[in-house]
């Protein structure tokens, strides 16, 4: 962490402070150390008397060092807004986290150059609910794209596991500390997301326990990292409306599969293609939306898996339409002759063919 990121850590601990406040602070002191420095006449400006006098309190009694280490131990990774690999999707939202507390490999991810859909639905999903879920999350992760869900009981667990079933990438934003696994019952689900690749993350520090409001806001950064909103079902009061709501206000596109008339977990999708989400029927619906090609789905599976780490990566560059080696070679950032070997590599599996104009495409 840099000199100012570790100050994010401590306004994160202080409860009378979030991401509307820190912004406040920023904007008047510029760093977040001017600002978790200030005196309290200085800070009773943004934050008035009492809440300045608060936080002064709980920053002569808080170790960032310590607390940094005690993270450290706990394998808790923290980015906060100062840092490079903070999420500039997340980091041009209105009010973006003071700081990410995340479980799993985050080095291993740039969510930049990756698409990111989140699966979302109701927590009593029926039978078809499901099937829709995992057909469409097992589609997606097939092809690259990392499935953003809330780990919640319903449809979020099927879109995890179904991911996770095709050996792909899958997020869960957590509605209270990394290190609080809820619902218990969701322990195992939580371990295989980070033994097998995936992130746990969340905004709020270790320790924070359940409460019914930050669902909501957790919800926000589920639309807030994603491209796009796949809302499967959901009743009249779902969460999943809210997060189609944000991903709405957020400029992401919302997605929602045609559902039976006669359920009630089919108002949400069938509410939001009435408002102007696209209807899908297909994960290609989705995919077209991004430019990418539904190429990507015809490699077998027992193909990819075979796959090495370079050449897996040149094949879900390509899936995104970059296609001629000097710009593989750059969005990679690997040498050219390192692009060329792999591409020769994937030629001769019969996955990719250059065309008549110089342009490496998948077959």
């Known amino acids: 962490m840099s000199d100012d990121s570790i100050y994010y850590l401590g306004f994160s601990h202080f409860l009378g402070i979030g991401p509307v406040r820190i912004k406040l602070l920023l904007s008047e002191f510029k760093t977040a150390k001017n600002a978790y420095l200030a005196t309290v006449a200085q800070l009773k400006k943004i934050l008035g008397e009492k809440l300045a006098e608060e936080f002064v309190s709980f920053r002569s009694r808080f170790d960032l060092n310590k607390k940094l280490s005690e993270l450290t131990d706990k394998k808790i990774r ?28 985050w080095r291993s991810y740039s969510f930049d150059n ?134 709405a206000e957020q400029g992401r596109s919302v997605f929602a599969p045609p559902a039976p008339l006669d359920c009630e977990m089919s108002f949400a999708p069938n509410f939001l293609i009435k408002e102007g989400a696209k209807m899908v029927t297909s994960v290609d619906d989705i995919l077209i939306e991004y430019n990418i090609a539904a190429a990507v789905g015809k490699v077998q599976n027992n193909v990819k898996r075979s796959l090495s780490k370079e050449e897996a990566k040149l094949v879900e560059v390509l899936g995104k339409g970059v296609s001629r080696a000097n710009e593989i070679s750059l969005f990679l950032n690997l040498p050219i002759e390192n692009v060329l070997k792999t591409v020769s590599s994937l030629e001769l599996k019969g996955l990719l063919e250059k065309n008549s104009e110089g342009y490496y495409q998948l077959i």
């Not at 990392?146 to 179904?162: F, P």
């Not at 990394?178 to 371990?191: K, M």
């Open 114 to 247: 990756q698409l990111c859909i989140a699966v979302v639905g109701t927590r009593k999903p029926t039978s078809y609910g499901i099937k829709i879920a995992k057909k469409f999350a097992s589609a997606l992760a097939e092809r690259g794209v990392i499935i953003v869900s809330g780990m919640a009981l319903g449809i979020d667990t099927v879109a995890h596991r179904s991911a996770l079933a095709e050996d792909g990438r899958t997020v869960a934003f957590l509605g209270s500390g990394v290190d609080i696994i809820y619902p218990l019952s969701n322990r195992s689900l939580y371990e295989q997301i980070v033994y097998k690749g995936g992130l746990v993350i969340s905004e709020f520090p270790p320790g924070m326990t359940v409460k019914p409001g930050l669902f909501i806001a957790r919800n926000r950064l589920i639309s807030g990292l994603a491209k796009g909103v796949f809302v499967v079902e959901g009743g009249e009061r779902s969460g999943a409306l809210i997060t189609a709501r944000y991903a």
């Open 78 to 105: 923290v980015v906060c807004q100062a840092d490079n690999d903070y999420p500039s999707s997340l980091k041009n939202m209105n009010d973006p986290p003071i700081c990410l507390y995340i479980k799993g490999d």
